[in-house]
């Protein structure tokens, strides 16, 4: 049995890029996940196109809300969300954290991963909403079949 991932990720630097193609990598290798019936928002852009070349997108109400309820539907349509989220201050992004809060609030179960060297606190509201927080070196084996709910014993703020 495999399971759908809605995959919430950063990709506005080269850090958040990193740590986005490290995860999805993981994903891929996961027995557990169906990635080709998951949704990476990255591969279904609005007709196709990129707002790292055109950033004027960002103003366009029609590429917004096209962005926002395909994203919408993307976590509607799968089973859990696995959150590739960075807490590092200018990694940090609000659009996961709000895909998180959606997510729980439809009582889909939400895997925050982190990167592997992390160390900085996170914010009391993701750190206790999601149902486990993992690394991306557990990635590939974590069983998503059953997400146990894990409670996070590392620092909040």
């Not at 995860?23 to 928002?41: E, R």
């Not at 349509?77 to 989220?85: E, G, H, P, R, S």
Request: hydrophobic residues 40%.
């Amino acid at each position: 049995m495999t399971k759908t991932a809605y995959i919430a990720s950063s990709w506005f630097n080269d850090e958040q890029t990193a740590h986005m193609n490290g995860g999805v990598a993981a994903i891929k290798a996961n027995p557990t996940v169906d990635f080709d019936n998951s949704y990476l928002p990255l591969a279904h852009q609005y007709k196709g196109l990129d707002t790292m070349k055109n950033p004027e997108l960002l103003s366009d109400t029609e590429w917004q809300l096209a962005t926002f309820n395909g994203d919408v539907q993307g976590i509607n349509n799968t089973d859990l969300v696995i959150a590739l989220y960075d807490p590092k201050q200018e990694n940090s992004d609000p659009g996961v954290l709000w895909e998180v809060g959606y997510a729980y609030g439809l009582r889909k179960p939400v895997i925050l991963v982190l990167p592997d060297a992390n160390e900085i606190p996170l914010n009391l509201m993701p750190a206790i909403g999601a149902t486990a927080i993992i690394h991306v070196k557990d990635l590939a084996d974590y069983n998503f079949n059953f997400p146990n709910y894990d409670v996070y014993k590392g620092q909040v703020y």
